[in-house]
């Protein structure tokens, strides 16, 4: 069944800001200009309906969803603007109070059709928004067969980060559930705290630890998705493994991540191997940013070995090594990033970035401690939050089960050919080390 014939648009509009909003050109730093050429986000939260609702038509009203949303753009204000290029060629938003796509949809599909949660390119074409040109952000809703709800939103990654990104999902949701009751923490939206400093000044460090671009490949096969859960017992044990309380969820699971990849892809021993990750740097500068910074505040870093020590390497060894690298994230490597990329704009290519992580490197997103589950419009907090799609090979999400189990989940984008020996890896290896140690 085609997706026009799956989902019906009822409704197309744009919400604008509920009050009169600063009307300007918000410039756009080197580290938004770096993940410009990302293009949209896809996001999709699912909402099962909530009990006592199953009789009226109240469930997601619209009309509230709207008013709710014009308030959250007024402090918001960018994200009802167009972006643009300015005279010198650079991206900018345009501040001009044109509004947020907002569309309406209905489907005879129910939520349990999509029972596995998994992202897809049919997920992404059946509830968010298409053919964006401008727009810095845009949203659907679809009301499944069921009752239940799909909240699918499109976000330029060149204007916003993933922390900024859920900031603005709090504030909607909170403006709708406690309307002139909510409290808000408003945005702060001065970028030029990542200005490029007059002279330029690369600190030897950057250009080894700071991961300039991801480079992509052709894809050779088919790459598939799939969602791996690791429990908290078993994060327990693998953290214990690593290095003990000093050891973070995130650098346990992305030294186990790229361990398995490493042996699943049966890389030459003598190859390098290199594990990208991205680092939040709104508390690593002097001064920290103000709470609620607005944009992209973030840094992308990387670890490189031998194939054959990672793929035999002591687990704790590895994880050190992540942690020693955010570690070492501090303003002046920012600094000095920043002051790279203005100086490489020029030649820098701003296509889309299009196919899978070379075969020898893997990317670790973590959105752990993310509010993704803190989206309660005052009809319950989402089943569900993930990327609709995420079809680049090599890539894997990290996320907070929605249950507050402390379990994790894994959604990874891995070459169909070792995605069964990928799961024995990552499951019986896990095994070995718990019975290692009793």
Known sequence: MAGEEEVQVVES???????????????LSALDLMLAN?????????????????????????????????????????????????????????????????????SQLTIDDFSDLKPSPR????????????????????????????????????????????HFFQTWSTFSRDGDRAVVKLPYHDRTHLCARYPPAVHPDTLSLFCLKINLSQPLGAVVNEVFTL????????????????VSTFSAVSAHL???????????????????????IRRAMTPPFPDGYFGNAVINVSVADEARGIASGDLAYIAHRIKDTLGRVDDELVRSAVDYLELDQAKRDNSPAIGNLLATDMRVVSWLSMPLYDVDFSWGKPLAVLRAESNRGGFAHLVDSAHGDGSVHIVMCIDATILKEFKRLLYAKFESMVYSKF
């Not at 809703?141 to 993933?162: I, N, P, R, S």
């Not at 994060?235 to 214990?240: A, F, G, P, Q, V």
Request: glycine letters at 8%; a positive charge; charged letters at 20%.
């Open 13 to 27: 509009c744009f919400v604008t800001p509920a009050v009169d909003t600063l009307r300007k050109a918000l410039w």
């Open 231 to 246: 429990r908290k017992d078993q994060l327990s044990t693998l953290k214990r493994i690593c290095g003990g309380s000093g």
């Open 123 to 166: 997920l992404r074409r059946l509830f968010v928004p298409q053919m964006l040109s401008a727009e810095v952000c845009a949203t659907q809703v679809t009301f499944f067969k069921c009752g239940g709800v799909a909240l699918g939103t499109a976000v330029h990654h060149g204007t916003m980060d993933g922390i900024s990104t859920f």
């Open 258 to 280: 790229w361990q398995c990849m490493c042996l699943a892809r049966q890389l030459p021993p003598n190859s390098t191997t290199r594990l990208a990750f991205a680092a939040n």
């Open 38 to 106: 990302r293009g949209y986000t896809p996001l999709v939260h699912f909402y099962r309906r909530c009990p006592g609702t199953e009789t009226t038509d109240d469930f997601f009203s619209v009309t509230k969803l709207k008013t709710a949303l014009g308030k959250a753009l007024v402090g918001f204000y960018p994200m009802a603007g167009r972006l643009r290029v300015d005279a010198d060629g650079r991206l900018e938003i345009d501040c001009n109070s044109k509004g947020m796509l907002f569309l309406v949809a209905r």
